[in-house]
């Protein structure tokens, strides 16, 4: 997953307004949202390869999402699916900063990342590159690729001003943000940031919504958990060619506290 925006406890009705797109080689084979069959309080897509998830959210309200942290063409291998962090904190009861602290003491089994979890009255972020422990997440607009929190990318910062633009304006709606989300103009050259994989491929994957045959942009999702306890899940479907396969719609009209 290469870009998502969010913004946190700046809406007087949302405390969590997100959009996401999940970049993936089209090979690999994943699951569209659902409500899971062992765990049906979680809400999410499935990746079937290693059995975890890059989003989810569960009708208590909890919510996790898990990004990688692009760092050359060949990353190193590691026990655990970066997929597991998020499908654990959905499955399990701690409060997010014990879990995250608990994540903390063994980042090393997992392949590099950065991770959100939380509910709707607190958030966290943790990364294992570049961050010596988990943070709480400040209210505010914010944005991550494959980086840590807030890094500039030219896909992060002109996501955060359209989300930005989107609050101000008072069009927040799940095609508004799908539209943010579909967004496929490439980053000027001047502005590539240099991740190991060479200016050819940080061209391909700079857009917001990434068109590859082999890998790109598999999903976009939309979240808004309200403060009154309900949720809304939206997730479109692509395929290599960026055309439109199907779109899910959820909503949870009771989250417990």
Same mark, same amino acid.
């Given at each position: 997953m290469c870009l998502l925006v969010f913004a946190w406890k700046t809406h007087p009705d949302y405390p969590l307004v997100f959009a996401g797109n999940r970049d993936e080689l089209h090979a690999r084979p994943a699951a569209a949202a659902g409500f899971w069959d062992r765990a049906p309080q979680i809400l999410g897509g499935r990746?079937?390869?290693?059995?975890?998830?890059?989003?989810?959210?569960?009708?208590?309200?909890?919510?996790?999402?898990?990004?990688?942290? #692009?760092?050359?063409?060949?990353p190193e291998k590691a026990p655990h699916s970066r997929g597991k962090l998020t499908a654990d904190f959905l499955n399990c009861n701690m409060p997010a900063d014990t879990y995250m602290h608990a994540i903390a003491q063994r980042a090393a089994d997992y392949g590099a990342f950065s991770l959100m979890v939380g509910d709707r009255s607190t958030?966290?972020?943790?990364?294992?590159?570049?961050?010596?422990?988990? #943070?709480?997440?400040?209210?505010?607009?914010?944005?991550?690729?494959?980086?840590?929190?807030?890094?500039?990318?030219?896909?992060?910062? #002109?996501?955060?001003?359209?989300?930005?633009?989107?609050?101000?304006?008072?069009?927040?709606?799940?095609?508004?943000?799908?539209?943010?989300?579909?967004?496929?103009?490439?980053?000027?050259?001047?502005?590539l940031p240099d991740t190991g994989i060479g200016k050819a491929r940080e061209r391909q994957v700079s857009p917001v919504f990434v068109v590859n045959p082999v890998y790109g942009t598999r999903c976009s999702s939309v979240i808004f958990l309200h403060a009154d306890?309900?949720? #809304?899940?939206?997730?479109?479907?692509?395929?290599?060619?960026?055309?439109?396969?199907?779109?899910?719609?959820?909503?949870?009209?009771?989250?417990?506290p």
């Amino acid at each position: 997953m290469c870009l998502l925006v969010f913004a946190w406890k700046t809406h007087p009705d949302y405390p969590l307004v997100f959009a996401g797109n999940r970049d993936e080689l089209h090979a690999r084979p994943a699951a569209a949202a659902g409500f899971w069959d062992r765990a049906p309080q979680i809400l999410g897509g499935r990746d079937l390869q290693a059995g975890g998830t890059w989003l989810g959210i569960t009708t208590g309200g909890r919510f996790a999402v898990v990004t990688n942290f #692009r760092a050359g063409l060949d990353p190193e291998k590691a026990p655990h699916s970066r997929g597991k962090l998020t499908a654990d904190f959905l499955n399990c009861n701690m409060p997010a900063d014990t879990y995250m602290h608990a994540i903390a003491q063994r980042a090393a089994d997992y392949g590099a990342f950065s991770l959100m979890v939380g509910d709707r009255s607190t958030l966290w972020y943790f990364s294992n590159r570049g961050e010596p422990e988990p #943070r709480e997440v400040l209210p505010g607009i914010h944005g991550l690729s494959n980086h840590l929190l807030d890094t500039p990318w030219p896909k992060v910062t #002109r996501s955060m001003a359209s989300l930005a633009l989107l609050m101000e304006q008072q069009i927040l709606t799940q095609d508004s943000l799908l539209t943010l989300l579909a967004e496929r103009t490439p980053a000027a050259n001047a502005r590539l940031p240099d991740t190991g994989i060479g200016k050819a491929r940080e061209r391909q994957v700079s857009p917001v919504f990434v068109v590859n045959p082999v890998y790109g942009t598999r999903c976009s999702s939309v979240i808004f958990l309200h403060a009154d306890g309900q949720a #809304r899940f939206a997730e479109r479907w692509f395929d290599a060619a960026g055309q439109t396969l199907e779109t899910r719609s959820f909503h949870i009209t009771a989250c417990g506290p």
